[in-house]
């Protein structure tokens, strides 16, 4: 026994280690995407014409439709195979921009979508079945852990080579992208040593409590006479119609709000703030440098939120789940205000020296981006809890659906991005976080009732 145990948090490890490797490579290239097209396009005399925020809207699209197909090739080829293909398409993504073409910028962008549905899908599936009940809360916490570093090492890195860079040179985005691929290549290679846990051993899975009753009828489960009863696996087509069943009950449509807020935000902070910090001429040579230091406390907000919401979220949730999101809207409300003032309008959409409400500040710049990262694990790390907690039978479709609401919004993020001026962008984020953050609420509220009155879920 104590060898299985060693073999899955091995697998935990090692997994986690994977997604760091790989992530660092995609996280810091997302963040930069923008103005390493913009640089590449400039100098390449009408040869280039690819579009970082276009390449990350086709990216989210693909992701979203492919999370409804990713189960059936998860359970087709296995968790480990699936990941290993998933991050091949992650590296070719990354491998394109030594070279920019427009066709390869926006096929990687396909490739790395799909690439994407199915490496998340699996990894779900490959960390519940190296976990039980007791362990279930440590391997996702050193999992998320071990994944939020790739913010810091990637944008470390890529903060010392675009330091006092006006324009990002041919030479520089060579560098930058020699060793994110290098990242890439490393963090796949590590799937290949993960290791194989007994599948007879049903006994070690994770066992979550059978809820009783949702809002939809045909979602109910079976009655405690037959829960000892193997339960028929659904086919492809019947897991996509329960997904859709899901989406319609109030709770779900409730959540989804949210959810379509964590997928705006994360358009802004993954893709759109680093490029309004790059493109504010009043930072002058030092503007590029900034994209990684921003990237970094990003990492490190996402990181400290992540471990005490997460690896301690016992006793953080102890008063429930809507103060830890409140704390993530007013968090997110403070740094909107903050960079509302602090850049100019049109700095998502090219370099601008354009006058702010306030001097421009460098170092009010990095709070922001280490708020937007806190704020962030605030939503997210609630979300995940509420929808394992509601949906204990239906753990796949509603997590089928997070991943879908939130990579809808993300790609009509990235789309809107290419046209709208900074301010406009701020006020859809206020907007939606208000209203997601009043619907998140009230399914808490409605959850913990139920619980009151000896319910499992609403």
Known sequence: MAAECDIRLYNIVMLGIAFMLLFTAFQTSSMAEQSVISSAKADSKGTFNGDGYTSLCIIYVVFSLGNWIAPPVVD?????????????????????????????????SVLVGFGAAILWTAQGNFLTINSDSDTVARNSGIFWALLQCSLLFGNIYSY?????????TSGERTKLYTALSGAAVAGTLCFLILRNKRTSDVNDLVNLPK??????????????????KPKKKDSPLQSIVRSFRLLKTREMLLLSVAIAYTGIELTFFSGVYGTCISNNAHFGNEAKGLLGISGMFIGAGEILGGGI???????????GRDPIVVLGYVLHMAAFFLIFINLPSESPLKLSDEATYLVSNKYIAILCSFLLGF??????????????FMFPEDSSPAFAIFKFVQSIAAAAGFFYSDYLILQWQLL???????????????VEWGSNKAVREGYQTI
């Not at 809820?211 to 000892?228: A, F, G, R, V, Y």
């Open 428 to 442: 859809i984020l206020v907007v939606l976080g208000t209203v997601g953050t009043y619907c998140f609420c009230l």
């Open 76 to 108: 087709a080829i296995g968790p480990k195979i699936t990941m290993l293909i998933g991050a091949v398409m992650y590296c070719l993504f990354i491998l394109q921009f030594l070279k920019p073409m427009t066709w390869a910028l926006y096929l990687g």
């Open 309 to 319: 919401f997460g690896l301690f979220g016992k006793r953080t949730n102890r008063h």
């Open 160 to 168: 010392f080579v675009l330091k006092g860079s006006a324009n990002i």
């Open 211 to 228: 809820s009783t009753e949702s809002s939809d009828p045909s979602l109910n489960t079976e009655s405690s006479l037959n829960i000892d």
């Open 375 to 388: 704020g962030d694990s605030s939503f997210n790390t609630q979300l995940y809890s509420i929808l394992g």
